[in-house]
């Protein structure tokens, strides 16, 4: 039947008719209910458990979640610029933000303020955030490695960049000595917290490093060439170190350290000679016709996955981060796409989730109200200093570089920054270092950080030499902040 005179119902009397009688036999249904005493108040089921104090609502959490991420990224951007604008780079004024955002400044200044942004509940899924966080940002470590050709030059690089980690290691073996029982964790023993301590000192901050070379003008010039691959073999050492350091502090005795260190050489090697080729084959059949959104979880899921297999392991969970950015096939542009828009994401929101849980866990007005911490923390820095420059310019003076570039090599390869932050976040969470050690060596890898660009300046444009005869044109160096070329 048509409609008629616009009404939406060609019978409406009808309908309401109906209507009416379908809520009248809905109103007798709730009656008999209440008659036969289902619906009396008295009535409640048997063995009914006494309610308990409800917290936040899954909805509240979420909400309260988003809010302390929405915090955490807008001081840690707002920290960046400005510290851009005074010459540092942006990593410095992040990692400020996160110890602002900690105990040691708003904690202690407006606790109501750090409850509000950080209320107890959500920080167990910021700390979720902030491992995914960072073994995101290993992956991107690791897939900026091996882009680098490093010519006739190669015996000398390798020993020049042994060198340069081998000089802070053995100071920082030697000075964590005396330091055991005013910085160690509670269960550790001496040997595996020295070796923890001298690899500490002997990291150089390779995505740091870029952006202070390409911040000081330096990218292209035979010195930043040189800083930037010393850096690069000198972390491949430190994390071997690391690696060791790890198996031994989490096995009960040498039998499985070394079991812990034999499956993580068969799966490095698994890794690099199974695994790589097979992606590489399945990425150049199939990632064009992979929609995006399934590959990029096939990404995460390989991120992940190897995180998870070398935490399982015994190692840590950053080596197989790492790994996973090794084995990916960066020859593949829709790949390489989506690594790319995974690793912007998470140095928008995921890296400054780790700064902060960072700084949750330094305490810096705790530290400097002991003398032993302070004075602990200050050897560290004074040794730290000494041990880079102190392998960087005799190799680099014998190696007939000036000695303002020399001296300018050191200063470069002392830049810790966020490298330094996640071993020694990896340190606490095993206890090889306290609570204490941790606050002052976070300090020490901001302070060195933040010394290189100045001092930098201070040795002049001589740094400036682009006599490089011995580089691909093409040879380049890229990470998550800068790309720099070699001429």
Known sequence: MERRDGSLFPLPGRATAVGALLVAGAAALVGVGYAAGWLRPDHTAAAAPAPGAAGPSAAQQMWRLLLAIAVICALATLCGRLARRIGQPAVVGEIIAGLVLGPSVIGSLAPWLFDAILPAEVRP??????????????????????????????????????????????????????????????????????????????????????????????????????????????????????????????????????????????????????????????????????????????????????????????????????????????????????????????????????????????????????????????????????????????????????????VGLGVLMNARGITEIVVLSAGLGVGIINHSAFTVMVMMALITTMMAAPLLRLLGPTLRDRSVTDRSPTDTYANGDATSTIP
């Open 125 to 406: 899924n910021l700390g979720l955030l902030a491992q995914a966080g960072l073994a995101v940002f290993m992956f991107t470590v690791g897939s900026d490695f091996g882009r680098d050709r490093i010519g006739r030059d190669r015996g000398a690089i390798a020993a020049a960049s042994v060198a340069i980690m081998a000089v802070p290691f053995a100071l920082g073996l030697l000075a964590a000595l005396p330091l055991y029982s005013t910085l160690a964790g509670p269960t550790v023993h001496r040997l595996p917290f020295a070796v923890f301590i001298g690899t500490a000192l002997s990291i150089t901050a390779f995505p740091v490093l870029a952006r202070i070379v390409q911040d000081c003008g330096l990218q292209g010039t035979r010195l930043g060439s040189l800083a930037m691959l010393c850096a690069a073999v000198a972390d491949v050492l430190a994390w071997c170190a690391l690696a060791v350091t790890m198996a031994m502090i989490q096995s009960a005795g040498p039998g499985e350290a070394l079991l812990a260190l034999g499956l993580t050489v068969l799966l490095g090697a698994t890794a690099l000679l199974v695994l790589r080729p097979l992606l590489h084959r399945l990425a150049q059949r199939y990632s064009g016709s992979v929609p995006t959104p399934i590959l990029v979880l096939l990404v995460l899921g390989l991120i992940l996955g190897l995180a998870a297999a070398t935490d399982a392991i015994g190692v840590h969970a950053i080596f197989g981060g790492f790994l996973a950015g090794v084995v990916l096939p960066k020859d593949s542009p829709p790949v390489a796409a989506v690594a790319e828009q995974i690793g912007g994401l998470n140095r928008a929101l995921l890296v400054p989730v780790f700064f902060a849980s960072i700084g949750l866990q330094t305490d810096v007005n705790a530290a400097i109200s002991q003398p032993q911490v302070l004075a602990a923390g200050a050897l560290l820095l004074a040794v730290a200093v000494i041990g880079k420059l102190g392998g960087a310019v005799p190799v680099a003076r014998a190696g007939g570089l000036p000695v303002r570039s020399a």
